[in-house]
C-alpha cells in the first residue's frame, strides 16, 4: 500500500463544475502539500497545509490530521484547471516529499 | 527573480552511457532535492542536501547514482553506465530553509531517454 493515496485518478469535468480531489496517507506528517504540473512537467506548488483550511483564488484545500486526509477543491473550474495535480506530504522526520500518483483533471468547455 | 532551472532540458543516451544532470536552485536557498518521476507516476525522493552536505541519498536506486553540491549552489546528478529503466523525468527543487514545512520551488526537469 502507497504511503499516499489520491482519488480519483482521472477527472473529466465540465467548465464551472465544483471539483474535488482527495488524498489520504497513512504515515506520521509535518505538512501536506498540493501541487499543480502542467504537460512538460512543470510543478508549481499551491498549497502547504499542517491544520485546517487554506484558500486562494477558486482554490480551496482542506486537512484533517486526525483522520490522514487532505481535499482540494477547485470552484467554477475552467479548462485552464486542466492538469494534473499531486499530493504530497512532508514526512514527520526528515525532509524529503512522499508524492501521490497524481490526478490527471480534464475541464471541458 | 530567476526560478530554478535544470540543463539539459532533454537527454537522450545510449545504453552504457555516463549522464551529468545540473540544477541552479534559487539564490541563497539551503535546501536542493532531486527526484525521479517516471511517465505517468508521482515523483520519488532520490536524495537531500543542506548547503553542500548530502543528508539523505536514501532514494538513489544504486550505486550508479551520484550527485553532488559542492558549493552549497549548484548540485550535479551523475549517471553512470545508463539503464533503459533509468528513462524519466529527473525534477530538482529547492527551499529557502531546512525545516519540513518549507515551499519546495521546482525547476522545470531534465527528460532522460535511455535508448
Known amino acids: 500500500k502507497n504511503e499516499v493515496e489520491q482519488s480519483p485518478q482521472n477527472l473529466t469535468a465540465q467548465e464551472g463544475e465544483f471539483i474535488t480531489i482527495n488524498c489520504s496517507y497513512s504515515v506520521g506528517i509535518s505538512a501536506l502539500h498540493w501541487l499543480q504540473q502542467h504537460p512538460g512537467g512543470g510543478i508549481v506548488s499551491l498549497f502547504m497545509l499542517s491544520s485546517g483550511k487554506k484558500k486562494h483564488g477558486r482554490l480551496i484545500a482542506t486537512i484533517n490530521i486526525q483522520e490522514k486526509h487532505s481535499s482540494l477543491h477547485i470552484t467554477a473550474s475552467h479548462p485552464r484547471d486542466s492538469a494534473v495535480y499531486i499530493c504530497a506530504v512532508g514526512m514527520e522526520y526528515g525532509n524529503k516529499l512522499v508524492f501521490g500518483a497524481g490526478t490527471i483533471l480534464r475541464v471541458k468547455s | 527573480g530567476a526560478g530554478v532551472s535544470q540543463s539539459p532540458r532533454y537527454k537522450v543516451a545510449k545504453r552504457g552511457q555516463d549522464v551529468a544532470l545540473r540544477c541552479d536552485p534559487i539564490s541563497g536557498h539551503v535546501s536542493l532535492f532531486w527526484y525521479q518521476q517516471a511517465l505517468g507516476q508521482g515523483p520519488e525522493f532520490l536524495t537531500y542536501?543542506?548547503?553542500?552536505?548530502?543528508?539523505?541519498k536514501s532514494g538513489l536506486p544504486s550505486d550508479r547514482f551520484f550527485a553532488e553540491r559542492p558549493e552549497g549552489s549548484v548540485s550535479t546528478l551523475k549517471i553512470q553506465r545508463t539503464q533503459q529503466e533509468d528513462s524519466a523525468v529527473y525534477l530538482c527543487a529547492s527551499s529557502l530553509w531546512w525545516t519540513p514545512r518549507e515551499t519546495q520551488y521546482f525547476g522545470p526537469g531534465t527528460r532522460l531517454l535511455v535508448l
Open positions: 542536501f543542506q548547503n553542500e552536505a548530502q543528508l539523505d
